[in-house]
């Protein structure tokens, strides 16, 4: 757990806009990743979470080389993939694989799902005719859908089932590091649980690393190693899942948390509820200082003029860093920050 798979160093993706207005000197960017530095180690699972918009997807694209990163490194397994030519990202291609959110866009209708299990194969020319065909057989069983089923086409499986076959199709050439961009989103929360429990499995039996996108934190917590926060294109806090539940430092992270349904009535009537004011910024223009400062509810002049550094704090394992001038403590109560009533 202590070896590092993944390395993103300072990492951006700005997409530039196109713009009408006569004689611009400096072109408009969507700042979508802005400066991100984490490391995923190998055989854990790394959950990325925050609301629609925070730039998680397009991280995700970026750690598999999808996009063309505007600055910054990717680091696979000690070497930097950033600048790395389509040919010589080849074999990098077999280690790292994606599974994306929508099961029904992601395949495509024309085709059988035997060719579409099959395509990893043939790209990297593993296998031909009958063997090939053998392969994916045998992937489809492991996933959990019929063989025999190996000439449908995509219309003719369920949600969670077309799911399968995208963590069939990424399992194909044994990778290493699998990114899952919202896999269960889509699916109903019955089979969520089984398209959860299927990962789970695969991961103990070929000891994949995973980095798990998701909106439901309840899913994260229950995923994940260590959980990353986003906001605004970059990381607010990052921890280990329980701490991270116990004692969140940054305001955001509290606010997030606070949102999760609790089933007991109870319990929840006597939960803080975080409410944030405002809305998410522009990523074309993001606030100084700290992006958050002008919904947070423990703001000060500080927090508008100076961007505060991921680190620990206050005391807290190195593994547990927040980007906040003033982080959370135990038992604050930030809807009374906020002019809520408590």
Not at 35 to 64: D, F
Request: hydrophobic share 35%; with cysteine.
């Amino acid at each position: 757990m202590t070896d590092v798979l993944l390395e993103l160093d300072d990492v951006r993706k700005w997409f530039p806009l196109a713009s009408d207005r006569l004689f611009r000197r400096e072109r408009e960017h969507v700042k979508a990743v802005d400066g991100v530095s984490l490391r995923v180690r190998a055989g854990e699972t790394l959950g990325l979470v925050g609301e629609t918009g925070s730039g998680k997807s397009t991280l995700a694209r970026c750690m598999t080389r999808l996009h063309d990163v505007t600055s910054g490194r990717v680091i696979f397994d000690g070497v930097d993939i950033t600048q790395m030519s389509q040919r010589d990202l080849r074999p990098v291609r077999r280690e790292i694989q994606m599974i994306f959110q929508d099961p029904y866009g992601s395949l495509n209708p024309r085709r059988r799902v035997g060719s579409i299990i099959g395509d990893p194969y043939a790209i990297h020319g593993v296998g031909e005719g009958t063997d090939r065909k053998r392969r994916v057989q045998e992937l489809m069983e492991l996933v959990g859908l019929n063989p025999e089923h190996y000439n449908r086409f995509p219309a003719e499986f369920s949600g969670g089932q077309r799911q399968r076959i995208g963590v069939a199709r990424a399992l194909a050439l044994r990778p290493r590091l699998i990114v899952c961009d919202e896999p269960v989103s889509a699916l109903d929360v019955s089979i969520q649980a089984q398209i959860i429990n299927l990962l789970a499995d695969l991961q103990a039996e070929f000891n994949l690393t995973y980095v798990f996108i998701a909106h439901d934190l309840s899913v994260v917590r229950h995923v994940s190693d260590r959980v990353a926060v986003m906001y605004l294109g970059k990381i607010a806090e990052v921890a280990d899942v329980e701490s991270l539940h116990a004692t969140p430092r940054h305001p955001y992270t509290a606010a997030l948390l606070s949102a999760i349904p609790i089933p007991d009535p109870e319990l929840s009537d006597r939960r803080e509820r975080i409410i944030l004011r405002g809305e998410v910024p522009s990523p074309i223009n993001p606030p100084a200082g700290c992006r958050f400062h002008p919904r947070c509810p423990k703001a000060q002049d500080r927090c508008a003029g100076e961007e505060p550094a991921l680190v620990s704090r206050n005391g807290d394992e190195e593994d547990h860093r927040a980007a906040c001038h003033f982080p959370v403590q135990p038992g604050e109560r930030l809807s009374a920050a906020n002019g809520e009533r408590p």
